[in-house]
């Protein structure tokens, strides 16, 4: 049972544009979301969270957005640089427990 | 600061033996570290829960016999994989927190089991 599914595998952008990265949810009772980039052979890097109370964060050229009436969210990076090029993986807790359900990430590619 | 460290980086061992990989936290004291396992090009997928001064908690399906965890100080969490089995190759990886989310990852232990 995949609570959390990023169902893009991967994910080509052009440098300078947009990226919108999805991931969507199925349990209720998640009320934190976490965005984690995460580079081979590497340990996740935090980059950006939202808590159930809020439809929008932002923290630079991140963004995310939540809208928990369709358990969707989203990372928006903009503009898109080459160091960008990672797997994204979103992430997902509920009050009161620290572990994290992970989706299964998508693979970010900046294109020059 | 939420600096995680993880040791060693990479191991190679022979099939049968045990190794131990340890994680610390070293600007912060952690009651509780996470374990995680990750398959190449899949997900992060949480092995056990580590409790400073208690038994860890371990997630359905992962033996607790095989993936022993100690936690012995605020500091430092311990995973000892016991003989090994080319199967265990993996990415293994920790996680701790100075007080709830966001977690902060260790930068992983490859593990190679010949």
């Known amino acids: 049972d995949q609570q959390v599914k990023q169902n893009s595998p991967s994910l080509s952008v052009q440098e300078g544009r947009i990226s919108i990265l999805n991931c969507d949810y199925t349990?209720?009772?998640?009320?934190?979301f976490l965005w984690y980039k995460k580079y081979p052979a590497e340990g996740p890097t935090f980059l950006i969270s939202?808590?159930?109370?809020?439809d929008k964060n932002e923290d630079g050229r991140f963004t995310v957005f939540l809208n928990k009436s369709a358990k969707h969210l989203s990372l928006h990076i903009v503009p898109s640089q080459p160091g960008d090029s990672a797997v994204y993986f979103c992430a997902a807790s509920w009050e009161g427990a620290q572990k994290l359900v992970f989706g299964q990430g998508t693979r970010l590619t900046i294109n020059p | 600061g939420a600096v995680v460290s993880q040791h060693p980086s990479r191991v190679i061992c022979k099939s049968g033996t045990s190794v131990k990989i340890e994680c610390r936290s070293l600007?912060?004291?952690?009651?509780?570290m996470f374990w995680y396992r990750q398959f190449p090009k899949q997900s992060l997928m949480l092995m056990a829960t580590?409790?400073?001064?208690?038994?860890?908690?371990?997630e359905q399906g992962v033996e607790k016999d095989k993936f022993l965890i100690n936690h012995a100080s605020l500091t430092l969490s311990t995973l000892t994989v016991t003989s090994a089995h080319p199967e265990d190759s993996s990415f293994y990886i920790c996680?701790?927190?100075?007080?709830?989310?966001?977690?902060?990852f260790g930068p992983g232990t490859r593990l190679t089991v010949l």
């Open positions: 996680s701790a927190s100075p007080s709830g989310p966001p977690q902060y």
């Open positions: 939202i808590s159930s109370i809020k």
């Open positions: 580590s409790n400073e001064g208690s038994k860890a908690t371990y």
């Open positions: 600007d912060f004291q952690a009651t509780t």
């Open positions: 349990n209720s009772m998640f009320d934190y």
